[in-house]
Every structure is written in structure tokens, then in C-alpha cells.
């Protein structure tokens, strides 16, 4: 069956620094959706790309869908105490009928 | 709008009780689904229902059960609690399937003793 994984599973930084987490499909997919779950909330949805190669950003975060539409990127410039939590991707199985969410990438920000 | 409710959001079950999640929806959503959230290993897809009258199986949907009632509601059934099905359980919808956005209940926090 279809597997999303991301790494890393964890990322510590220090407040202002860059952030980046990375998702691979073993499959090609239609669309990749990323999510943002806080700590102890539900996840949220952040953004949805659909083209090759697509670039999208939001105020200090990028979202990248890769060429072969297999693999994604988000990555957040200067991060801040709000941006704690676990970022997700995500993206349809086949027939497009489900959502296979990846393992995760937990953020933590040191003051 | 409410969006998703899940209830409860909390609950002790011990080993062997059965209990029901309940999930209603008010979006007018087609698709819904039942995962299921561990440390360290992501959301896990139990069931799905892509349309009303349907559903199916996701990764790991030994030990439950569901009934999507209607359009609105879809329930989760545990008919024998194990202690591995301790977890957080969360409902989610979406207009079609995996082409867009899910939308998340608040989820609830199950412990079986």
C-alpha cells in the first residue's frame, strides 16, 4: 500500500532559526496537503499543492511539490514559539478516495 | 458552524467493554474517517467512508468497527477494548476523498485498562 514518510521525526531549533521537513511518497500523487497539529489540539490544514515542481508560500512558510510529484518540502524562515507542533503531509491513496497521512515532523522552539 | 464533533472526548474503557465514537459533520461532506494517533507513528487510517452507503478499510482496522448512518454521522465501534487501542481517536471529513482539504474533530482520548 501507498507509504508517506517524513523526516526528521524530530527538529529542535532555536527561535529565529530556519526550519525545514521533508515528505516521500512511494507513489505518485494528485496532490500533497500539509497539516499543522498543536500540541494537544487536532491537525489543521495549511495548504494544498497540485502542480509539478509547484512552489506556494505563507507569510514565513514555503511549501514545495517535488517534479515527479513523489515528495514535498515545507520549510519556515525565522521560526517563532507560534510554530510549535507537529507538521503533517499528506496525500490520496490510490483512486483517490483516502487520506494517508505521513509519520510527522515534531517542532520544538528553545527561546 | 460546528464543523466536525466528535464525542466523547475523553473515556476509560477496561479490557473487553465496548463503546461507540460517535462523528457528525455538517459540511455536507461526502467522504469521512476514522484515524487513530500514536507517539511517534503519525495518523493512522482504521476506516473510511468515501460516500454514503460505503465503507472500507484503511491501515490498521483490526478490533473496530463502523457505520456511516448518513451522510452526516460515522461511527467508530470498538466491541472488545484491548489495551493497545489505547490512543487518540479522531474523526475527519472531506468534500471529495483525498483531492481536498480534511477538516478534523477535536478528538477523543481513549484508555483501556
Known amino acids: 500500500g501507498q507509504q508517506v514518510m517524513q523526516i526528521p521525526q524530530y527538529q529542535h531549533v532555536q527561535e529565529g532559526e530556519d526550519f525545514t521537513t521533508y515528505c516521500n511518497s512511494s507513489?505518485?500523487?494528485?496532490?500533497i496537503q500539509w497539516y499543522k497539529q498543536r500540541p494537544g489540539g487536532h491537525p489543521v490544514f495549511l495548504i494544498q499543492?497540485?502542480?509539478?515542481?509547484e512552489v506556494k508560500k505563507q507569510k514565513r512558510l514555503t511549501f514545495q511539490f517535488g517534479e515527479a510529484k513523489k515528495n514535498s518540502s515545507l520549510h519556515i524562515t525565522a521560526t517563532q514559539t507560534t510554530d510549535v507542533g507537529t507538521y503533517f503531509c499528506?496525500?490520496?491513496?490510490?483512486?483517490?478516495?483516502?487520506?494517508?497521512f505521513g509519520t510527522g515532523t515534531r517542532l520544538t522552539i528553545i527561546p | 458552524n460546528a464543523g466536525v464533533t466528535q464525542t466523547p472526548k475523553f473515556q476509560v474503557l477496561k479490557t473487553g467493554q465496548s463503546m461507540t465514537l460517535q462523528c457528525a459533520q455538517d459540511m455536507n461532506h461526502n467522504s469521512m474517517y476514522w484515524y487513530r494517533q500514536d507517539p511517534g507513528m503519525g495518523l493512522r487510517l482504521i476506516y473510511y467512508s468515501a460516500s454514503e452507503g460505503t465503507t472500507d478499510k484503511g491501515e490498521v482496522p483490526n478490533g473496530y468497527n463502523v457505520s456511516r448512518l448518513n451522510k452526516r454521522e460515522f461511527s467508530l465501534r470498538l466491541e472488545s477494548a484491548a489495551p493497545s487501542q489505547t490512543s487518540v481517536y479522531f474523526c475527519a471529513s472531506s468534500a471529495l476523498g483525498g483531492d481536498t482539504e480534511a477538516f478534523f474533530g477535536q478528538g477523543t482520548r481513549l484508555t483501556v485498562v
Open positions: 499528506a496525500g490520496p491513496g490510490f483512486g483517490n478516495e483516502k487520506l494517508t
Open positions: 507513489t505518485t500523487l494528485s496532490n
Open positions: 499543492l497540485v502542480k509539478s515542481g
